[in-house]
């Protein structure tokens, strides 16, 4: 029985080790004040332009690494896994154990994502004094309406 529950709570264990690799570091959401892209091939470049349209993109947040694994999925999977071990005996244990991984890390993954706010980004479209275009994001928007002359500078559209 005792080498049952130490197999259940290894295997948890390892099932929450496997969960936290799979995710690639990123820096956090709105860690950045802009997020430059452009559909030229040069990048961003300073210069005048006209804004020819301005839209809303709904930026998704997520945890730790890019596919959304954080803090709340490890710590469900821990505490899914602690309260599963405590059920049944033999083979029963360790499958309530590996259950209570999986719906502990769903739990907590849940809650996390709805606690994490969506950040807002502009997508401004301008057309460069040269003729070309250029597309950038930025997370403000100081006061930029389409038709308006702006200064591009760092990737920053200002109004001039």
């Known amino acids: 029985m005792i080498t049952m ?7 948890g264990l390892a099932v929450v080790l496997a ?3 799979c995710g690639t570091m990123n820096p956090p959401a709105g860690s950045s004040s802009v997020y430059p892209q452009s559909t030229s091939s040069g990048g961003i470049r300073s210069g005048y332009g006209v804004v020819q349209s301005i839209e809303l993109v709904r930026q998704e947040s997520t945890g730790i690494g890019g ?9 469900g999977a821990v505490v899914g896994g602690v309260v599963g071990s405590q059920i049944g005996k033999g083979s029963g244990n360790t499958a309530a154990t ?3 991984v999986a719906g502990g890390a769903y739990a ?38 389409v ?12 109004r001039y």
Do not use: C, W
Not at 5 to 11: A, T
Not at 67 to 75: D, L, N
């Open 67 to 75: 596919s959304g694994i954080g803090i709340g999925t490890v710590a």
């Open 19 to 21: 969960l936290g690799g």
């Open 98 to 100: 590996v259950l209570g």
């Open 147 to 158: 038709g308006d002359r702006v200064q591009i500078d760092n990737g920053v559209a200002r």
């Open 108 to 145: 907590g993954h849940e809650l996390e994502k709805r606690s994490q706010q969506q950040a807002d980004a502009y997508k401004f479209t301008i057309r460069m004094s040269d003729g070309s275009y250029q597309t950038l994001m930025q997370n403000t928007n100081p006061d930029i309406r």
């Open 5 to 11: 529950n130490k197999y259940g709570s290894v295997l």
